[in-house]
């Protein structure tokens, strides 16, 4: 009975460590598709073709090139604030 008790249990860590691989590789899936579904909306504001977004090192760009967008978004909101304030 000991023998089968730990091949069931085993077996039943096997199947969660399995579902956490599957659950984690989801996740990092949907990431990826968010990521380049905001690069897609970026690219159509820059008129970039599509095409060169979904290459599957370009993912990976993706999230950089978000981050350095949003950066810069940021900046120019700043610029604009500074500039209404010199000009009142």
Request: net charge negative; hydrophobic share 45%.
């Amino acid at each position: 009975m000991k023998v089968s008790s730990y091949v069931m249990e085993e077996e039943e860590e096997v199947e969660a460590a399995t579902e956490l691989v599957t659950r984690e590789v989801r996740r990092k899936k949907a990431v990826n598709v968010v990521a380049l579904q905001k690069a897609l909306e970026i690219a159509r504001d820059i008129e970039v073709p599509a095409e060169a977004l979904l290459k599957e090192s370009t993912v990976e760009a993706a999230h950089k090139v978000i981050e350095i967008l949003e950066n810069l978004q940021q900046l120019v909101m700043v610029s604009d604030m500074l500039n209404d304030a010199e000009e009142s």
